[in-house]
C-alpha cells in the first residue's frame, strides 16, 4: 500500500449516521481525546511499517462542517486528497453534517496504509459513541492501541509453496485478461458515487444468492463482471478475451486470538477470470465464481497476496513512477474491485446502538478503474462507488453501476 500510495492517494473514507444531533465542537473534543487516548494522534513510516508518536502538544483534528447534500462530495473531495506522507503526520481527517431528524453524519477519512476497515470502524464507533454519550467500550484499548505489525501467517513451507505456485498461476490467468481503457494523461482523480438497496432490494438479492447456492459476494462479483463486459466488446477477437474482477479479504481470522482484535492493517486480496461469453446469465456466472471462490478458501490462497504485494515491491522499487503505473495497468488487468463488509456485528459489539446508517469509500488507483464498497447495516446494502473518470467516462460507468443494481435485485436471472 506505501507503494500505491506513491502512485496517487491512496485513502479510504467511513460515514456513519448517528440518532442525535453532535456539534462540530463537540465532534473535535471528542476526536482529540480519542485519538490522544489510545496514541493515534501522529505516524511515521520506518522499514515499511508504521511507527505512532503521541506529541507533547496536539496537532489537532478539527473536523469540517458540511451541509447533509454535500456528502457524496465530501466523500470525493477526501478520496482525491493526499495526506502529506512526510516523516511524521496526522493520517485522518474528519468531517460532519447535521442530518434529518436531529441525526448527524460523522466522517472519517485516512491514509489506508495504516490500517483497515475492522480497525477504522472501531475508532470511529469509539468516537461516535463518546459524542452521543454512549459509555466507552471496556475491551477498547486492546482493539485501538497500535502494535507491531500485523502479519497475516504464511504457513510451513508446503503452504507456502502452495500459495506461492497460487498467486503465481492467478497472474497466469490474467494475461488472457482484457485490459481496461489507457489513461491519457497522469490524473488519477477519483469519481463517488453512492447508492442504497432498500431492505426489499436487498432481501432480493440475498434471495437471489441463496436460489443460486452462492454467497453474497459471489453474486456482486459475477454481477461486477456482467456489469463491465459491456465496455469490452472488441475483446473476443483478440487474444485477451476474458475478464478479471478482484476482492478484498479481511486476514484477522488467520492471526493468534491474542492479535485478532489490534489496531493495524490485515488485508488481502484475490482474483476471479472468466471468459463471461455473450448470452451468459448471472446465475450460470455466480456459480462458476462459486468454484473459484470456495477453492480460493479452501486453500486459503488469498494468504498469497502478502508474497506478491513483496514481490512487486521488489521489482518495482528502482522503476520510475510512470513504469511503475504501467505495470499494474499490464500486468494486473483487473476491471473493477469488491470490498464487502457487514457492520451490524461490529455495532452489536461495540453496543453502538446510535447508530442508524453507515457508509464507505476507497480510492479506485492505476490497478483498476473503479472500486464498489459494500457495506451492510440494518438489513440494507450501501454501495460506495469509487471510479476513474478518464479510464470510464461518467455516462458509461453510469451504466456499470445501473447493471450492477439490476442484476443484484432484478427477479429475472438475465436482467
Known amino acids: 500500500m506505501l507503494q500505491w500510495s506513491r502512485l496517487h492517494p491512496y485513502n479510504a473514507v467511513h460515514v456513519l449516521q448517528v440518532s442525535s444531533p453532535v456539534s462540530a465542537e463537540r465532534f473535535s473534543k471528542e476526536i482529540e481525546r480519542t485519538l490522544h487516548r489510545y496514541g493515534l494522534e501522529q505516524v511515521s513510516f520506518q522499514a515499511n511499517h508504521a511507527t505512532w508518536h503521541s506529541p507533547a502538544a496536539s496537532p489537532g483534528c478539527a473536523p469540517r462542517l458540511i451541509a447533509a447534500a454535500d456528502l457524496d462530495a465530501e466523500i470525493e473531495r477526501q478520496l482525491n486528497e493526499p495526506f502529506p506522507f512526510e516523516d511524521t503526520f496526522v493520517p485522518f481527517r474528519f468531517f460532519c453534517a447535521p442530518g434529518p431528524a436531529d441525526t448527524a453524519w460523522l466522517g472519517l477519512a485516512y491514509f489506508h496504509a495504516i490500517a483497515d476497515a475492522e480497525s477504522i470502524g472501531r475508532l470511529l464507533l469509539e468516537i461516535a459513541g463518546a459524542c452521543t454519550g454512549r459509555t466507552p467500550h471496556p475491551s ?36 488472457h485478461s482484457h485490459r481496461p481503457p489507457v489513461c491519457a494523461d497522469s490524473d488519477f482523480h477519483n469519481r463517488f458515487q453512492s447508492h442504497t438497496l432498500t431492505s426489499s432490494e436487498t432481501a432480493m438479492a440475498i434471495a437471489k444468492a441463496k436460489h443460486c447456492e452462492v454467497t453474497l459476494n459471489d453474486l456482486c462479483l459475477g454481477a461486477l463482471l456482467l456489469a463491465a463486459a459491456p465496455l469490452t466488446g472488441s475483446r473476443f477477437s483478440t487474444d485477451r478475451p476474458e475478464l478479471t474482477a478482484a476482492c478484498v479479504v479481511n486476514l484477522r481470522g488467520t492471526l ?41 478458501k479452501d486453500q486459503k490462497l488469498s494468504l498469497g497476496s502478502a508474497i506478491t504485494f513483496r514481490a512487486s515491491r521488489f521489482m518495482l522499487s528502482r522503476l520510475p513512477i510512470e513504469k511503475q503505473r504501467n505495470f499494474y495497468r499490464k500486468s494486473y488487468p483487473v476491471w473493477g474491485s469488491i470490498t464487502n463488509r457487514k457492520v451490524d456485528d461490529l455495532c452489536r459489539d461495540c453496543g453502538a446502538t446510535e447508530v442508524i446508517d453507515y457508509l464507505r469509500a476507497v480510492s479506485a488507483g492505476p490497478a483498476m478503474p473503479f472500486v464498489i464498497s459494500v457495506t451492510g447495516i440494518a438489513g440494507r446494502l450501501n454501495l460506495g462507488i469509487s471510479s476513474k473518470p478518464n479510464v470510464i467516462a461518467p455516462e458509461k460507468m453510469d451504466g456499470v453501476v445501473q447493471r450492477f443494481l439490476t442484476l443484484l435485485t432484478a427477479p429475472e436471472e438475465g436482467a
Open 256 to 296: 493468534q486470538a491474542s492479535e485478532r482484535d489490534r489496531f493495524g492493517l490485515c488485508l488481502g486480496t484475490f482474483s476471479i477470470t472468466h471468459p463471461v461469453p455473450k448470452g451468459i446469465t448471472l446465475g450460470d456466472l455466480v456459480r462458476d465464481v462459486r468454484a473459484e471462490t470456495r477453492r480460493i
Open 140 to 175: 477498547a484499548p486492546q482493539f485501538l492501541t497500535p502494535g507491531s505489525p500485523l502479519k497475516a501467517p504464511l504457513g510451513n513451507p508446503w503452504e507456502t509453496l502452495q500459495r506461492s505456485i497460487g498467486a503465481v498461476r492467478q497472474f497466469q490467468r490474467m494475461r
